[in-house]
Protein backbone atom coordinates (compact mmCIF):
# COMPACT_ATOMS: atom_id res chain seq x y z
CA UNK A 1 0.00 0.00 0.00
CA UNK A 2 1.33 3.43 -0.85
CA UNK A 3 1.97 5.70 1.87
CA UNK A 4 0.04 8.44 2.41
CA UNK A 5 1.72 12.29 1.59
CA UNK A 6 -0.79 14.17 3.76
CA UNK A 7 0.67 15.45 6.74
CA UNK A 8 -2.02 15.64 9.35
CA UNK A 9 -1.51 17.56 11.77
CA UNK A 10 -2.21 17.68 15.71
CA UNK A 11 -4.06 20.98 16.84
CA UNK A 12 -4.50 22.53 20.39
CA UNK A 13 -6.54 24.80 21.85
CA UNK A 14 -4.82 27.96 22.96
CA UNK A 15 -6.05 27.94 26.62
CA UNK A 16 -5.63 31.15 29.11
CA UNK A 17 -6.16 31.34 32.65
CA UNK A 18 -9.48 33.85 32.80
CA UNK A 19 -8.40 35.13 36.15
CA UNK A 20 -4.54 35.39 36.09
CA UNK A 21 -4.30 35.70 32.33
CA UNK A 22 -1.73 33.28 32.40
CA UNK A 23 -1.27 30.74 29.05
CA UNK A 24 -1.68 27.47 30.26
CA UNK A 25 -1.76 25.59 26.62
CA UNK A 26 0.25 27.56 24.11
CA UNK A 27 -2.44 26.80 21.19
CA UNK A 28 -1.60 25.81 17.21
CA UNK A 29 -1.11 29.15 14.97
CA UNK A 30 -3.34 29.43 12.45
CA UNK A 31 -0.57 30.03 9.59
CA UNK A 32 -0.97 29.90 5.65
CA UNK A 33 1.47 26.89 5.88
CA UNK A 34 -0.76 24.74 7.51
CA UNK A 35 -4.09 26.02 6.37
CA UNK A 36 -2.67 25.09 2.56
CA UNK A 37 -1.67 21.80 3.62
CA UNK A 38 -5.56 21.20 4.75
CA UNK A 39 -6.26 22.56 0.90
CA UNK A 40 -4.06 20.57 -0.65
CA UNK A 41 -5.36 17.10 1.60
CA UNK A 42 -9.00 18.33 0.77
CA UNK A 43 -8.08 18.38 -2.74
CA UNK A 44 -5.86 15.33 -3.37
CA UNK A 45 -9.20 13.46 -1.59
CA UNK A 46 -11.71 14.59 -4.28
CA UNK A 47 -9.32 14.14 -7.39
CA UNK A 48 -8.57 10.38 -5.67
CA UNK A 49 -12.44 10.05 -5.36
CA UNK A 50 -13.29 11.11 -8.79
CA UNK A 51 -10.93 8.80 -9.94
CA UNK A 52 -12.32 6.29 -8.11
CA UNK A 53 -16.07 6.92 -9.38
CA UNK A 54 -15.09 6.70 -12.37
CA UNK A 55 -13.29 3.54 -12.41
CA UNK A 56 -16.35 2.30 -10.78
CA UNK A 57 -18.37 3.47 -13.90
CA UNK A 58 -16.33 1.93 -15.98
CA UNK A 59 -16.33 -1.18 -14.15
CA UNK A 60 -20.12 -1.24 -13.99
CA UNK A 61 -20.73 -0.75 -18.08
CA UNK A 62 -18.25 -3.20 -18.62
CA UNK A 63 -19.89 -5.46 -16.68
CA UNK A 64 -23.11 -4.79 -17.86
CA UNK A 65 -21.34 -5.06 -21.51
CA UNK A 66 -20.00 -8.61 -20.76
CA UNK A 67 -23.55 -10.31 -20.50
CA UNK A 68 -24.55 -9.24 -23.94
CA UNK A 69 -23.21 -11.80 -25.98
CA UNK A 70 -20.05 -13.48 -24.25
CA UNK A 71 -19.26 -14.74 -27.70
CA UNK A 72 -18.85 -11.34 -29.36
CA UNK A 73 -17.49 -9.73 -25.91
CA UNK A 74 -15.59 -6.52 -26.57
CA UNK A 75 -16.83 -6.16 -30.12
CA UNK A 76 -19.92 -4.25 -29.25
CA UNK A 77 -18.05 -1.47 -27.36
CA UNK A 78 -14.30 -0.45 -27.14
CA UNK A 79 -14.63 -0.41 -23.58
CA UNK A 80 -14.04 2.39 -21.90
CA UNK A 81 -10.11 2.85 -22.61
CA UNK A 82 -9.16 6.20 -22.82
CA UNK A 83 -7.82 8.51 -20.35
CA UNK A 84 -10.51 11.04 -19.04
CA UNK A 85 -12.60 11.66 -21.00
CA UNK A 86 -13.64 7.88 -20.38
CA UNK A 87 -16.00 7.24 -23.88
CA UNK A 88 -17.83 4.53 -25.77
CA UNK A 89 -17.27 3.77 -28.98
CA UNK A 90 -19.71 1.88 -30.60
CA UNK A 91 -18.36 -0.53 -33.81
CA UNK A 92 -20.85 -0.95 -36.61
CA UNK A 93 -18.57 -3.40 -38.82
CA UNK A 94 -20.64 -4.20 -41.81
CA UNK A 95 -19.98 -5.74 -45.33
CA UNK A 96 -21.68 -6.31 -48.50
CA UNK A 97 -22.47 -9.11 -50.22
CA UNK A 98 -21.30 -9.77 -53.54
CA UNK A 99 -23.20 -12.97 -54.60
CA UNK A 100 -27.17 -14.22 -54.37
CA UNK A 101 -26.94 -16.60 -51.23
CA UNK A 102 -29.14 -19.25 -50.84
CA UNK A 103 -30.16 -21.67 -48.14
CA UNK A 104 -27.13 -24.29 -47.43
CA UNK A 105 -24.69 -21.79 -48.78
CA UNK A 106 -21.34 -21.34 -46.17
CA UNK A 107 -19.33 -19.68 -47.76
CA UNK A 108 -20.39 -15.18 -47.78
CA UNK A 109 -18.17 -13.55 -50.38
CA UNK A 110 -17.86 -9.87 -49.17
CA UNK A 111 -16.41 -6.46 -50.17
CA UNK A 112 -14.74 -5.87 -46.96
CA UNK A 113 -13.82 -8.29 -44.47
CA UNK A 114 -14.00 -6.70 -41.43
CA UNK A 115 -14.70 -9.42 -39.38
CA UNK A 116 -13.24 -12.18 -37.06
CA UNK A 117 -13.59 -15.64 -37.06
CA UNK A 118 -16.05 -16.39 -33.83
CA UNK A 119 -18.13 -13.59 -33.70
CA UNK A 120 -21.45 -13.16 -34.78
CA UNK A 121 -22.85 -11.44 -37.75
CA UNK A 122 -26.56 -10.84 -38.90
CA UNK A 123 -27.21 -11.66 -42.60
CA UNK A 124 -30.14 -9.68 -43.99
CA UNK A 125 -31.79 -7.83 -47.14
CA UNK A 126 -35.37 -6.55 -47.17
CA UNK A 127 -37.33 -9.61 -46.42
CA UNK A 128 -35.24 -11.86 -44.48
CA UNK A 129 -32.38 -11.88 -41.52
CA UNK A 130 -30.49 -14.60 -39.84
CA UNK A 131 -27.66 -14.73 -37.00
CA UNK A 132 -24.81 -16.92 -37.49
CA UNK A 133 -21.63 -17.46 -36.10
CA UNK A 134 -18.39 -16.61 -38.32
CA UNK A 135 -16.34 -19.92 -38.18
CA UNK A 136 -13.51 -18.33 -40.58
CA UNK A 137 -12.53 -15.56 -42.62
CA UNK A 138 -10.35 -15.75 -46.02
CA UNK A 139 -9.28 -12.51 -48.09
CA UNK A 140 -12.52 -12.24 -49.89
CA UNK A 141 -15.25 -13.37 -47.26
CA UNK A 142 -16.36 -15.63 -44.70
CA UNK A 143 -17.43 -19.12 -44.04
CA UNK A 144 -20.46 -19.36 -41.49
CA UNK A 145 -23.06 -23.04 -40.75
CA UNK A 146 -25.41 -23.72 -43.32
CA UNK A 147 -27.69 -20.81 -44.36
CA UNK A 148 -31.54 -21.28 -43.51
CA UNK A 149 -33.27 -18.64 -45.84
CA UNK A 150 -32.41 -16.93 -49.22
CA UNK A 151 -30.74 -13.47 -49.67
CA UNK A 152 -30.18 -11.23 -52.97
CA UNK A 153 -27.05 -10.26 -54.05
CA UNK A 154 -26.28 -6.61 -51.94
CA UNK A 155 -27.97 -8.57 -48.87
CA UNK A 156 -26.19 -6.66 -45.47
CA UNK A 157 -23.54 -9.18 -43.47
CA UNK A 158 -23.49 -6.61 -40.03
CA UNK A 159 -22.36 -6.93 -36.78
CA UNK A 160 -25.10 -8.66 -34.77
CA UNK A 161 -27.57 -6.72 -33.08
CA UNK A 162 -28.61 -9.96 -31.13
CA UNK A 163 -28.54 -10.68 -28.20
CA UNK A 164 -27.05 -14.81 -26.79
CA UNK A 165 -29.93 -15.66 -23.54
CA UNK A 166 -27.66 -17.99 -21.84
CA UNK A 167 -30.76 -19.66 -19.92
CA UNK A 168 -31.78 -20.85 -23.81
CA UNK A 169 -28.33 -21.59 -25.16
CA UNK A 170 -29.77 -19.48 -28.20
CA UNK A 171 -29.95 -16.44 -29.86
CA UNK A 172 -32.43 -13.76 -29.51
CA UNK A 173 -32.93 -11.74 -32.27
CA UNK A 174 -32.56 -8.10 -31.75
CA UNK A 175 -34.75 -5.46 -34.04
CA UNK A 176 -33.52 -3.45 -36.93
CA UNK A 177 -34.55 -0.07 -37.57
CA UNK A 178 -34.70 3.58 -36.25
CA UNK A 179 -33.31 3.57 -32.61
CA UNK A 180 -33.10 6.63 -30.44
CA UNK A 181 -29.74 6.92 -28.66
CA UNK A 182 -29.47 9.39 -25.43
CA UNK A 183 -25.69 10.29 -24.76
CA UNK A 184 -24.50 10.82 -21.36
CA UNK A 185 -20.83 11.94 -20.54
CA UNK A 186 -18.55 9.10 -18.41
CA UNK A 187 -16.04 10.66 -16.83
Same mark, same amino acid.
Given at each position: ???????????????????????????????????????????? #??????????????????????????????????????????????????????? #????? #?????????????????? +??????????????????? +???????????????????????? #?????? +????????????????
Amino acid at each position: MQQNPYLKLLWHDHIVDTESGVVIQEGTRFTASRINNIENGVFD #AYELLMKAYAERQRMQIEIEMLGRVKENNGTFFDTLDGQPPKQLTRLMSAAVSQV #ALVVG #ATTVKLDAIPFKAGEYVT +IYDDEQQETVKIATVTATG +ITVPALTKVYKKGARVARTNAAFD #AIRQQI +IYGHWGTLKVSVMEVV
